[in-house]
């Protein structure tokens, strides 16, 4: 109602004749330009329909020119899923490297929906390998055999690992780029594409990282996640030293260690 209160009808294309008892649209201009009932329309705006439709209501935020923040806010108090179908912007690289930073000697970086690491610390560098700006977790973990050496389990985690992506690229079944990525990975890695198809999911949040580097003993973590707004679509990940496991003084010793573009993991320790 407030934001009906808000839109001239001249902005929607109706014609502005005379004076009205109330600023705004009328209730039977919104159900007529949004192609619902009035009626429906009016119990809608009370609050008294029950299982609304989505599509009817991004159609009444397309006539109160509603934004995607309004039409999402929309959604939510209709009870109906309201997920960004894309992330509509990203931060630049640089201004993320405080938050990454902040967690050394632990790994940490930032990724995209995509599992695209936008921004990570030097011992997420090191103990990932990661020697370029293009990185993307999931394509490196059934692809790179410097990355499948990291995990003295890779077969047994690989399963968590698919079922936690998907878990994740279920939030965004609007983006073609993510499933033009799949598509390519499927067609490369016969191992991914056996995974994809069983269609297991799993929470992202957090769960044990054992990892080994050439430089150090065995690496045992606490893997957690923490995110940023939907809006933005990313998410930190930082790896935790679980105490007692030597893990904490492996770390240090990494940390003398620097990350050479082109050079091989194993070449670099030595």
Same mark, same amino acid.
């Given at each position: 109602?407030?934001?009906?209160?808000?839109?001239?009808?001249?902005?929607?294309?109706?014609?502005?004749?005379?004076?009205?008892?109330?600023?705004?649209?009328?209730?039977?201009?919104?159900?007529?330009?949004?192609?619902?009932?009035?009626?429906?329309?009016?119990?809608?705006?009370?609050?008294?329909?029950?299982?609304?439709?989505? !599509?009817? $209501?991004? @159609?009444?935020?397309?006539?109160?020119?509603?934004?995607?923040? %309004? +039409?999402?806010?929309?959604?939510?108090?209709?009870?109906?899923?309201?997920?960004?179908?894309?992330?509509?912007?990203?931060?630049?690289?640089?201004?993320?490297?405080?938050?990454?930073?902040?967690?050394?000697?632990?790994?940490?970086?930032?990724?995209?929906?995509?599992?695209?690491?936008?921004?990570?610390?030097?011992?997420?560098?090191?103990?990932?390998?990661?020697?370029?700006?293009?990185?993307?977790?999931?394509?490196?973990?059934?692809?790179?055999?410097?990355?499948?050496?990291?995990?003295?389990?890779?077969?047994?985690?690989?399963?968590?690992?698919?079922?936690?992506?998907?878990?994740?690229?279920?939030?965004?079944?609007?983006?073609?780029?993510?499933?033009?990525?799949? !598509?390519? $990975?499927? @067609?490369?890695?016969?191992?991914?594409?056996?995974?994809?198809? %069983? +269609?297991?999911?799993?929470?992202?949040?957090?769960?044990?990282?054992?990892?080994?580097?050439?430089?150090?003993?065995?690496?045992?973590?606490?893997?957690?996640?923490?995110?940023?707004?939907?809006?933005?679509?990313?998410?930190?990940?930082?790896?935790?030293?679980?105490?007692?496991?030597?893990?904490?003084?492996?770390?240090?010793?990494?940390?003398?260690?620097?990350?050479?573009?082109?050079?091989?993991?194993?070449?670099?320790?030595?």
């Amino acid at each position: 109602m407030a934001r009906r209160a808000q839109v001239p009808p001249s902005r929607v294309g109706l014609p502005d004749a005379g004076k009205r008892r109330t600023p705004g649209l009328r209730r039977e201009e919104v159900a007529l330009l949004a192609g619902v009932g009035v009626s429906w329309y009016t119990w809608i705006e009370q609050g008294r329909a029950e299982n609304v439709s989505g !599509e009817v $209501l991004d @159609s009444i935020a397309r006539v109160l020119m509603l934004n995607d923040n %309004q +039409r999402l806010y929309l959604r939510h108090l209709a009870g109906v899923q309201a997920n960004y179908p894309v992330p509509m912007t990203t931060p630049k690289a640089e201004n993320l490297q405080p938050f990454v930073d902040n967690w050394s000697p632990n790994p940490a970086y930032i990724a995209d929906h995509r599992w695209n690491v936008v921004i990570a610390n030097e011992a997420a560098r090191i103990l990932l390998g990661i020697r370029s700006e293009r990185y993307n977790v999931l394509e490196e973990f059934f692809t790179s055999k410097h990355v499948r050496a990291a995990y003295p389990a890779w077969e047994q985690i690989a399963p968590s690992v698919v079922a936690r992506f998907r878990s994740r690229a279920a939030q965004h079944t609007g983006d073609k780029e993510l499933q033009a990525m799949v !598509e390519a $990975l499927a @067609s490369t890695s016969p191992r991914f594409a056996e995974l994809w198809e %069983q +269609r297991d999911v799993m929470e992202d949040s957090c769960g044990p990282e054992y990892l080994t580097h050439p430089a150090t003993d065995d690496l045992h973590f606490t893997r957690t996640a923490l995110d940023f707004t939907q809006r933005i679509a990313l998410r930190m990940t930082v790896y935790l030293p679980v105490p007692g496991t030597g893990t904490e003084a492996a770390l240090r010793r990494l940390s003398h260690l620097t990350v050479t573009p082109g050079l091989d993991v194993m070449e670099e320790a030595r």
